[in-house]
């Protein structure tokens, strides 16, 4: 793993840190629609204590699609949010810090240029990291929703430009740590990109909707390395982890909050028969009427309904009853790897001290 280096100043060198504080680690990531940061420390084995979260809409991949290169509007914006990240990196003295860049750059005939204007511009250097990585991240920080009492999960990471798809087989699986991946996949269709290619008009309708269903829906079925876990869905021994913001919102609004709240979304189960009452709800309604709704917003009204569009395709070839939402993914996966790389390295340091005293 390629450890991208903290913006300028964000490291405890100069100005060290109590003996007794918790070090801080942080995760950015810098997606096709978000860009999101998470600060944490250490807190016992496999878990942290979040001690700053970011997050703020940049839409850089907005316009890709038909053009092939990032805009400038675009860019202007991710820039300013990443301004904002690099000060809070800087001022929680963040010791190690991983920064990755997603579909949007991948795609980007201007994304690795982007990349280097951001790094002179924020001293953040961000990593285009691979969609196989992405996948395996994303399993990587949803580790605690995974039933372990299932057969097999889906994972399902919908982002702004493409989803990922990772079938974690837990026949046979230890109890903790990592399960095998039996296979993944990576479509370059997400909300950003299936919105845009499937404007709403005025009003949204049941056929708009379902050319968005059947457009994933032929991505993702011609996909058949998955196809040894086939029976395990047929029989309904298996279930479903959905992370984005999309299946987030359709969490809110199935629990009719009153504003958005993590802690009750985070980690719930819902059906798919409630999937699909949300989106219906949804689908009865204006965009205008969308925004208002307080775990939707502005922001999100023009692709929550491609966000239920990529959840129901999935659902549909890869029948699960039980739906698991989840408000965390990529960058917890990112703290976790960094988190255990610092525990691996102290391990080592030991059993080399303890070797080097056997010598003497």
């Not at 457009?215 to 959905?242: M, N, W, Y």
């Not at 039980?322 to 917890?332: H, K, M, N, Q």
């Amino acid at each position: 793993m390629t450890e991208a280096p903290s913006a300028p100043g964000a490291t405890t060198r100069g100005r060290e840190k109590p003996a007794n504080e918790q070090p801080c680690y942080g995760a950015l990531d810098l997606g096709t629609n978000n860009c999101r940061l998470l600060i944490a420390t250490p807190h016992g084995a496999g878990a942290f204590r979040v001690v700053e979260a970011y997050s703020r809409i940049v839409r850089l991949g907005e316009g890709l699609t038909q053009s092939g290169r990032l805009s400038d509007a675009a860019m202007e914006r991710a820039l300013a949010a990443l301004k904002v990240s690099a000060e809070k990196i800087r001022r929680r003295r963040v010791v190690r810090l991983r920064a990755i860049a997603t579909q949007a750059c991948r795609m980007a005939e201007n994304g690795p240029a982007f990349i280097e204007r951001v790094f002179d511009e924020t001293g953040l250097r961000l990593q285009i990291i691979a969609p196989q990585e992405e996948a395996r991240l994303s399993v990587a920080g949803c580790l605690n929703l995974i039933d372990r009492t299932s057969d097999a999960a889906l994972v399902v990471d919908v982002g702004g430009g493409s989803t990922e798809l990772s079938w974690v087989d837990l026949r046979g699986a230890p109890p903790v740590g990592m399960p095998p991946l039996r296979a993944w996949l990576s479509v370059p269709i997400g909300v950003v990109t299936l919105a845009e290619r499937f404007p709403e008009g005025e009003a949204a309708t049941e056929s708009w909707f379902r050319a968005m269903v059947d457009t994933v829906k032929a991505q993702v079925g011609a996909f058949r390395r998955a196809d040894g876990l086939r029976e395990v869905f047929d029989a309904d021994r298996a279930h479903l982890i959905g992370t984005s913001g999309a299946i987030t919102s359709l969490a809110g609004l199935h629990l009719d909050l009153p504003r958005y709240e993590r802690s009750r979304v985070d980690g719930i189960w819902m059906s798919r028969d409630e999937c699909d009452a949300a989106a219906g709800r949804l689908l009865r309604v204006t965009a205008k009427e969308r925004a208002q709704e307080p775990c939707i917003g502005p922001d999100r009204a023009d692709l929550v309904l491609a966000g239920a569009a990529i959840l129901q395709a999935v659902q549909e070839l890869w029948p699960c009853t039980r739906v698991r939402v989840a408000d965390r993914g990529l960058r917890e996966g990112i703290l976790l790897s960094l988190m255990a790389d610092r525990d691996g390295r102290r391990r080592r340091r030991r059993r080399g001290g303890i070797r080097q005293m056997a010598m003497q």
